[in-house]
C-alpha cells in the first residue's frame, strides 16, 4: 500500500504531529519522501509503498515494525505522601540511635507504623501536619513490617505508637494513640516541645533498649559497668582511737589496754 509523504513526523501512540523532517531511504539511489501523516495505528505493521503508483519489486517491498510504549506511573505509598524535611524515615537500629544522638537538644518523635494498619493510615495526614507546624521538631517514622525485631526490642507491641525523647533526658514518655485520642498526642507535644538547654549530650535510648537490640542482632552494643563512685573519707576526731589500727582485732589494739588500764586505775583510787 502506499503511504503519503510523511516530511514532517507524528506520534503514532497519540496521534499528535509535530514538524520534523525525516527521510527514509530503500538502496543508493531511491528515496521515499516521508511526508505530514495522520494514523491509527496501535501496533499494526506500517507497509512503505512508492508515492508515485510505481509498484515496488518483492525485493523492495518493506515493512516497519514498531511498538507502542505504555508509561505507567508509579503510585507514592501512603507514608511516603505529605513528608517534611524534618522527617527521616528510619532504616535501621544502628539509624536511630545515630540520629538521636545527633539530634542535641531538639525533641525527637519516634513514629512506629504498619502499611496494612487502618488506624496508622489514618493518623498519618495529621502527624505530617504537625511536622509542619513544629519544624524544630525531628519526626522519625518507622516501618513495622521492616523491622518487626528492632520493634520487639524497643518493646512496641501495638500501633500506631510514638516515643517521645530529648537531650541528656532520653526517653520522655510513650504511648499509643489514634485519632480518636489526638489530644494525647497534643498534649505531649505542648509539654515537651519548650525551649530548654540540656547540660549535658543527648542520652539517646535506654541502656536497657540498647542491650535488647544487641541481644537480638539489631545492633552492634557492648555494654561497658559504670565505674564505681568513690566515697569521700570523712575525718572524725572523736573516733580517732577506734580508727587508728582498724585492721587489728579489738583485744590486739593497744588503745584497747589504755583504756583498760586507765578504768583500773580509776577503781583503785576510789
Given at each position: 500500500?502506499?503511504?503519503?509523504?510523511?516530511?514532517?513526523?507524528?506520534?503514532?501512540?497519540?496521534?499528535?504531529?509535530?514538524?520534523?523532517?525525516?527521510?527514509?531511504?530503500?538502496?543508493?539511489?531511491?528515496?521515499?519522501?516521508?511526508?505530514?501523516?495522520?494514523?491509527?495505528?496501535?501496533?499494526?505493521?506500517?507497509?512503505?509503498?512508492?508515492?508515485?503508483?510505481?509498484?515496488?519489486?518483492?525485493?523492495?517491498?518493506?515493512?516497519?515494525?514498531?511498538?507502542?510504549?505504555?508509561?505507567?506511573?508509579?503510585?507514592?505509598?501512603w507514608w511516603e505522601r505529605l513528608l517534611h524535611p524534618n522527617m527521616?524515615?528510619?532504616?535501621?537500629?544502628?539509624?536511630?540511635?545515630?540520629?538521636?544522638?545527633?539530634?542535641?537538644?531538639?525533641?525527637?518523635?519516634?513514629?512506629?507504623?504498619?502499611?496494612?494498619?487502618?488506624?496508622?493510615?489514618?493518623?498519618?495526614?495529621?502527624?505530617?501536619?504537625?511536622?509542619?507546624?513544629?519544624?524544630?521538631?525531628?519526626?522519625?517514622?518507622?516501618?513495622?513490617?521492616?523491622?518487626?525485631?528492632?520493634?520487639?526490642?524497643?518493646?512496641?507491641?501495638?500501633?500506631?505508637?510514638?516515643?517521645?525523647?530529648?537531650?541528656?533526658?532520653?526517653?520522655?514518655?510513650?504511648?499509643?494513640?489514634?485519632?480518636?485520642?489526638?489530644?494525647?498526642?497534643?498534649?505531649?507535644?505542648?509539654?515537651?516541645?519548650?525551649?530548654?538547654?540540656?547540660?549535658?549530650?543527648?542520652?539517646?535510648?535506654?541502656?536497657?533498649?540498647?542491650?535488647?537490640?544487641?541481644?537480638?542482632?539489631?545492633?552492634?552494643?557492648?555494654?561497658?559497668?559504670?565505674?564505681?563512685?568513690?566515697?569521700?573519707?570523712?575525718?572524725?576526731?572523736?573516733?580517732?582511737?577506734?580508727?587508728?589500727?582498724?585492721?587489728?582485732?579489738?583485744?590486739?589494739?593497744?588503745?584497747?589496754?589504755?583504756?583498760?588500764?586507765?578504768?583500773?586505775?580509776?577503781?583503785?583510787?576510789?
Amino acid at each position: 500500500m502506499a503511504v503519503e509523504a510523511l516530511g514532517k513526523g507524528m506520534c503514532l501512540s497519540c496521534n499528535t504531529r509535530w514538524d520534523t523532517s525525516s527521510e527514509l531511504r530503500r538502496g543508493s539511489s531511491s528515496a521515499i519522501e516521508l511526508g505530514r501523516f495522520c494514523s491509527g495505528f496501535l501496533g499494526r505493521r506500517l507497509v512503505v509503498g512508492s508515492p508515485r503508483g510505481k509498484t515496488l519489486g518483492s525485493g523492495n517491498l518493506g515493512s516497519i515494525s514498531a511498538q507502542m510504549s505504555l508509561s505507567v506511573r508509579k503510585s507514592v505509598k501512603w507514608w511516603e505522601r505529605l513528608l517534611h524535611p524534618n522527617m527521616k524515615v528510619i532504616d535501621s537500629a544502628q539509624d536511630l540511635v545515630d540520629t538521636l544522638l545527633e539530634a542535641g537538644d531538639k525533641l525527637v518523635i519516634v513514629d512506629f507504623f504498619s502499611p496494612g494498619c487502618g488506624g496508622c493510615r489514618a493518623l498519618h495526614p495529621k502527624i505530617c501536619q504537625f511536622a509542619e507546624m513544629n519544624p524544630n521538631v525531628l519526626f522519625l517514622p518507622i516501618n513495622h513490617e521492616q523491622h518487626k525485631s528492632m520493634c520487639y526490642s524497643l518493646n512496641v507491641h501495638v500501633l500506631p505508637f510514638f516515643k517521645f525523647y530529648r537531650g541528656a533526658e532520653g526517653r520522655l514518655c510513650s504511648f499509643s494513640c489514634t485519632n480518636a485520642t489526638i489530644k494525647k498526642f497534643k498534649d505531649a507535644l505542648a509539654k515537651h516541645n519548650t525551649d530548654r538547654c540540656s547540660l549535658g549530650p543527648a542520652k539517646g535510648l535506654e541502656e536497657s533498649e540498647l542491650t535488647a537490640l544487641a541481644a537480638n542482632g539489631d545492633l552492634s552494643f557492648n555494654s561497658t559497668p559504670k565505674a564505681p563512685v568513690p566515697v569521700p573519707y570523712l575525718h572524725d576526731a572523736s573516733s580517732e582511737k577506734t580508727l587508728t589500727n582498724p585492721i587489728l582485732p579489738l583485744h590486739l589494739n593497744p588503745w584497747f589496754f589504755q583504756d583498760i588500764d586507765e578504768k583500773s586505775l580509776v577503781t583503785a583510787q576510789r
